[in-house]
């Protein structure tokens, strides 16, 4: 199994970054796709979450409207998160980060992708 998401860089307030987290060795059946960031000295928040066994998404309130999440279900070989108007509270790691849906627990994560938003 390989996450690796990239896409990250410096960017200014109310700028756009588009991530990229390409997905090999898991199927979008058996797992939600998760996009995850930690900010300096805070705890991980769970930014967006898709599930294409049921259909849903999830985005956190401080991006909700902001952020879209996206994937490549054809082949499903990617997943994405647009990022719009961002901030500089969206400073952070970003990880992509994939769920196991039978047991709710984070299985498989990414390296991370660094995204720096300045003022």
């Known amino acids: 199994v390989q996450l690796q998401a990239s896409g990250g860089g410096l960017v200014q307030a109310g700028g756009s970054l588009r991530l990229s987290c390409a997905v090999s060795?898991?199927?979008?059946?058996?797992?939600?796709m998760s996009w995850i960031r930690q900010a300096p000295g805070k705890e991980r928040e769970v930014v967006s979450c898709t599930s294409k066994s049921d259909g849903t998404a999830y985005y956190a309130e401080s991006v909700r409207g902001r952020f879209t999440m996206s994937s490549d279900s054809s082949s499903e070989n990617a997943v994405f998160l647009q990022m719009n108007s961002l901030e500089p509270e969206d400073t952070a790691v970003y990880y992509c980060a994939a769920r196991t849906i039978l047991t709710g627990n984070y299985d498989h994560w990414g390296q991370g992708t660094l995204v720096t938003v300045s003022s």
């Open positions: 060795g898991i199927t979008f059946d058996d797992y939600a």
